[in-house]
């Protein structure tokens, strides 16, 4: 077989089969060819270790499948995933504000922990006390702001991760009920390099001792400076 | 050997060689014709599900001299569908290796 015969038969094949993309198709043929010829081999040898373009034709049909489901099948699938789609919604939303409340407490934290330690007193929202118990409460507040902006980071992470297992999970059963392709699924949790991960547990112990430290060591030495086991009362912190 | 046996073990020969680099059609038609006995033909209806799977992607690209090839490359889903389909592949190897050489009855 020539090559233009083998092309002809491919290409009335694959129109009989209502192939998409014919062209397309024909093209990859057509460098197969070009690229054979090139290496010094002749076309019935090229065309006969292609095989027969009836049979290679078919290869090509979508595959029938799709139509073998039963029927109504698909719509039934989309209600089912839409009414999911609501539940996840309002989950999905609700995880968000959380999300937003702790970035809020992190940046509120760390304006904190800012204005105590370098003595900062906007419109005299923080309480009069010695500049000492000021530095070590402020450096427990930078700790708590470091804890408070990698939880909200790994949040930021479990929800983005969360929503992509979902959309794979909604893709899938779409797919399975139409006859397409099923992918893998995609795990629920963040996935963290094992080095990173060590990293910021590191981080996370550290700032949990210089919080818990610096706490206690700035409440003991507020204490003795006030000579007052309740300082605050000392320094009139809850007085208008 | 059985063709529709074959087609599903050829998919993931195909995967693994764009898993290492990006080929064009001809290509890996000639590596996979090199080790495997099927005919030439059968690797761009193949390419051409991968495609329409959504697991790899193709693009054009001009080579010195000649018209410009069509190269196929993996996607994200793609990689991943082959990282599950691998290692599912290569336990079913192993237990089958074990049947045959009666290590399991």
Sequence with gaps: ?240 | MNVQYKKGVLELCVLSMLSRGNLYGYDVSERIAKHIDISDGTIYPLLRKLKSDGLVTTYLSEESGGPPRKYYALTQTGREEYEAEKTEWLGFVETVKKFLEGELQ
């Design chain 1, 1 to 240: 077989m020539t090559k233009i015969t083998f092309m002809n038969e491919l290409q009335r094949a694959l129109l009989e089969l209502r192939v998409q993309d014919v062209e397309d198709v024909l093209g990859e043929y057509e460098a197969h060819f070009a690229l054979k010829l090139a290496d010094g081999c002749s076309e019935e040898e090229i065309a006969k270790r292609l095989g027969s373009p009836q049979i290679l034709a078919t290869q090509f049909a979508p595959e029938a499948d799709s139509a073998s489901l039963p029927p109504g099948r698909k719509g039934l699938t989309s209600i089912g995933l839409g009414v999911s789609d609501v539940g996840a919604g309002m989950f999905f939303i609700l995880f968000g504000a959380w999300i937003l409340c702790l970035a809020v407490a992190a940046a509120a934290f760390f304006a904190l922990g800012a204005c105590l330690l370098f003595r900062i007193n906007p419109a005299g929202l923080i309480p009069s006390m010695p500049y000492i118990g000021a530095l070590l409460f402020g450096i427990a507040t930078l700790a708590l702001t470091l804890l408070t902006a990698l939880g909200t980071l790994y949040c930021a992470m479990f929800l983005q991760q969360l929503f992509r297992a979902y959309a794979r999970w909604h893709r899938n059963v779409m797919a399975g009920a139409t006859g397409k392709p099923i992918y893998p699924g995609v795990p629920a949790y963040p996935q963290i390099p094992a080095v990173q991960r060590r990293r910021i547990r590191a981080l996370l112990l550290t700032s949990l001792a210089v919080l818990a430290a610096f706490s206690a060591v700035a409440y003991i030495v507020s204490a003795i400076s006030a000579g007052s086991l309740e300082f605050w009362h000392v320094w009139n912190w809850f007085q208008a």
